[in-house]
């Protein structure tokens, strides 16, 4: 008779060392303690942006776990030439996130929407006169595709390029504030197309493409979005169009002479984008701070911002110089070309002073 063989399988036995059994001091605890927090404790921002995007020097023993078909792995430092010694320092200081970003877009569409509304309510474009509202269909229409532009091929294109989780995050917020603006100039657009005044709202389009005034800043727009370094394309956009081309535009010409010409809307909208690029300055402020200030590549990192603006400033003041002849084009002409370019240059000497730079001679020719 042939005996039946028996096979024999290891008894299991609960130990209590899975994971999830073993109770500690923080068990129940829904913050997280693999970082040091910038103070006393961990805000929400830190808790879902620090360390999320992993990082071989940090806690990636086995090196990148998914790479590019060409080599380079997750999230490659040579993408750009700045150097940093530790690039997780830099922390956003408006702590912005996923849920911000909707939260305060939200809160701005609400009050752009009410504005437009009341406006239209109270018939206020009756009362423009025929230069401003020319104006604002040739020039505000055209700055619509700068920001679409910006928008769309500049920091959508980076968002994902930085070396760490917090740089992307707050540059695709810049990218939210951007696409908004421009679509809050879009709806403006359209309601003064609507109205019963003498109005073109296509006029924009062969603006920006043909008037000899616009064509630098288009074409400074242009040679941004064919910038391959990450860092270089957000330090010429921010630090210098921005400052000598952008604000020069919103804040020095548009929002200085719009009551003077009757208008209470525009200022009220050019307002949220200035507002916009004031945190996102804000960042930008704090993570080239970081780079001038590091101990071990800090100085090479400011030869390499001088040569950066060596090729920016002229490009973005010749630019600035083209826009003159709009300073001229309101009835109500409250403020100078003249005036508002030196504006403009203080303000952008005073933030190259704060990241440590000197103010580049290009900025004065």
Known sequence: M??????????????????????????????????????LRATMYEDVTVDVQPDPDRHLSQGWIYGFGNGPGGYP???????????????????EWNQTIYRNNSATVRQVDLGLQNAKRARAYDSWNTAWLKFIERNLGAWMHAENGLALHVFTSIQRSGPTNMINTAVAVNAAHK??????????????SEADVPFD??????VWQSA??????????????????????????NIVFEQLVG??????????IAARNGDYIT??????GEHDYDRDLGYSRNLYRLLTRDEQFGERNKELFGEWMATWVPRCVEAAHALQPIWSQPADKA?????SFDAAKQKFSSLLAELGLETPKELDR
């Open 2 to 39: 042939t005996q039946t063989k028996q096979r024999s399988f290891p008894k299991i036995e609960f130990t209590d060392s899975e994971a999830g059994a073993l109770e500690f001091p923080s068990s129940t605890s829904r913050s997280y303690n693999y970082y040091k927090p910038a103070k």
């Open 247 to 256: 604000s020069l535009f919103r804040t020095e010409l548009v929002m200085q």
């Open 179 to 192: 696409m908004r603006f421009a679509q809050d100039l879009a709806l403006f657009n359209l309601d003064l």
């Open 267 to 272: 200022p009220t909208l050019v307002g949220t």
């Open 77 to 95: 430092k040579e993408w750009t030439q700045a150097k940093s010694s530790n690039w997780h320092a830099f922390l956003d200081p408006n702590e």
């Open 212 to 237: 000899p005034e616009w064509q630098p800043t288009r074409q400074v727009v242009e040679q941004l979005t064919a910038v391959g370094d990450w860092c270089e394309l957000l330090f010429a956009t």
């Open 201 to 206: 709202g296509s006029a924009h389009k062969e």
């Open 335 to 339: 403020v100078t070309f003249a005036s």
